[in-house]
């Protein structure tokens, strides 16, 4: 089990900058062989380009930071190779989806993806489609994968303010906290038939996670830590208006 920091923040402030990633420039001949045999397996897998989050620190209630750009392929070596130590890691941004009633809505994805089988919230990898200028709008991007993935619209979920950030091994998820306006079965029925008209939709299905008893090992450690931190706060807030 890897340590695992959750922090709340007002905001994100990233920009974009010219730099290598010392990873991809080192390791080049065995990406390349990686993306070989990945690609065999998977042949819809696109060698686009992506960003990754470099120097980072938390100030004043702000997550800040700089992007750095990259081939996937590079991403996708780094991540199957154990993140090693580097000048940047995985950084996005995750839509934390939930019904009215409060049960969270996540993705299994599908077998033609990267991440096949595992059970995520709507994200992705930013790439230079997040990037306005200098600036890496994480924002952006939650809002346009949840429309991707889901079929959801941004103007379909309350949208809390702030951003509550995962930081794991090699991993830094900015999750962004939304409610739709009907249970979460309801949506999970919406959202599969939308799926089920992609010929390759990035999920194949959704599944419902009403507390700890649904976590299976599927969904990631720091997702499972995400939710078991949100449970445990509404939990207590709970007890204290009950006392």
């Not at 397996?41 to 100030?59: K, T």
């Not at 979920?157 to 906290?177: Q, Y």
């Not at 008209?197 to 299976?216: L, N, W």
Request: aromatic fraction near 10%; proline fraction near 6%; hydrophobic fraction near 45%.
């Amino acid at each position: 089990m890897s340590e695992i920091r959750i922090d709340t923040v007002a905001a994100l402030d990233f920009k974009l900058k010219a730099d290598v990633w010392d990873f991809a420039r080192d390791r080049a001949a065995e990406i390349a062989a990686h993306w070989h045999e990945r690609t065999a397996e998977q042949p819809r897998l696109f060698n686009g380009r992506v960003l990754m989050l470099a120097d980072h620190a938390f100030e004043d209630g702000v997550l800040r930071g700089h992007f750095i750009e990259t081939a996937f392929a590079d991403f996708l070596a780094w991540r199957a190779f154990g993140f090693p130590a580097s000048n940047a890691c995985n950084g996005f941004a995750m839509a934390a989806l939930r019904g009215s009633e409060g049960a969270f809505l996540l993705g299994e994805m599908s077998p033609h993806t990267a991440s096949a089988g595992a059970v995520y919230f709507p994200a992705g990898t930013p790439d230079l489609q997040d990037a306005f200028g200098e600036t890496v709008d994480l924002d952006a991007s939650v809002r346009r994968e949840l429309t991707e993935e889901t079929g959801l619209t941004p103007h379909e979920v309350e949208i809390a303010p702030g951003w509550i950030v995962v930081c794991s091994l090699g991993r830094v998820a900015c999750m962004k906290p939304m409610r739709l306006r009907v249970p979460a079965e309801a949506a999970r029925a919406r959202i599969d038939a939308w799926l089920a008209e992609d010929p390759h939709p990035e999920f194949a299905r959704m599944h419902v996670v009403r507390g700890p008893q649904d976590f299976t090992p599927a969904m990631p450690e720091f997702v499972r830590a995400y939710m078991t931190h949100v449970f445990g706060a509404e939990a207590a807030h709970h007890t204290l208006l009950t006392r």
